[in-house]
């Protein structure tokens, strides 16, 4: 095993430790929170590692990484996520790798995404991603829909062929009312998918939580957290 295999193992043994350690403080199974490694500005060699350590779920942010990264990788057992926010002259190269975008946040994008899925003959499983930071009708200053925006969007997204409605994300926001409150934010993301899953009971998809706060997110009820630094590090120069 190389220097950084080792590493990368480590790391993410005491991930599991702290989803393990979340999950039995909160009463839940260890099996209902699943891992997505965050691998953004990372190299293809660590996702192959990682993919040897037995991780399953990867994530990008930047279209321009990921797209080689996934090409280089296209032989590993791996879902790609897409998290980061998605313009829409970028959804073709998206939707050639990726297996969930988190970080659908308007209509346009979701026609976009519809039309390109059917054009290549994949279905995409797509994430709301909510601005805990917006009004009831703004958008993030991270990208996503204020919460009064998700059940519209939500439906459109349910309706488009080629897509596949999986639940709702957000990020811990750093200003507005939940800004240095993320169990609060996680809580209040829970209440908004009990409601979708009134309308979309099989969106049942909770993303929340990372590095740092990935036990508040398990303890509010977050089926996956998206770890990045705690497994792989903090690169020279990123801070």
């Known amino acids: ?6 590493e990368l193992a480590g790391n ?18 260890r099996e209902e929170v699943t891992l997505i490694v965050v691998t953004k500005t990372y190299p293809a060699s660590d996702v192959r590692a990682l993919s040897e350590l037995g991780v399953r779920h990867v994530a990008e942010n930047r279209d321009q990484d ?15 996520h897409f998290v980061g926010q998605l313009q829409t002259n970028k959804v073709r190269s998206v939707v050639g790798y990726a297996d969930v975008v988190q970080s659908v946040d308007r209509s346009r994008l ?17 994430l709301i991603q909510v601005a805990l930071d917006a009004g009831e009708s703004a958008r993030g200053e991270r990208g996503g829909v204020a919460p009064g925006g998700v059940a519209e969007l939500a439906d459109l997204v349910a309706a488009a062929p080629g897509l596949r409605l999986g639940g709702l994300m957000t990020v811990a926001p750093l200003t507005g009312e939940y800004a240095g409150r993320q169990r609060a934010a996680f809580d209040r993301l829970m209440d908004l998918s009990t409601d979708l ?8 998809m909770v993303s929340a939580g990372m590095s740092a706060d990935l036990e508040q997110a398990v303890a509010a009820g977050a089926t996956h957290v998206r770890v990045g630094t705690a497994v792989l590090g903090v690169r020279p120069g990123l801070g």
């Open 197 to 204: 899953r009134r309308a979309h009971p099989a969106a049942n």
């Open 12 to 29: 993410l043994a005491k991930v599991e430790q702290r989803i393990a350690a979340a999950c039995a403080a909160a009463g839940r199974a």
């Open 1 to 6: 095993m190389t220097d950084r295999k080792e």
């Open 66 to 80: 990921a797209a080689p990264k996934a090409a280089a990788c296209s032989d590993l057992p791996l879902s790609w």
């Open 110 to 126: 979701v026609t976009a995404l519809s039309k390109e899925a059917e054009r290549v003959g994949r279905e995409v499983g797509c």
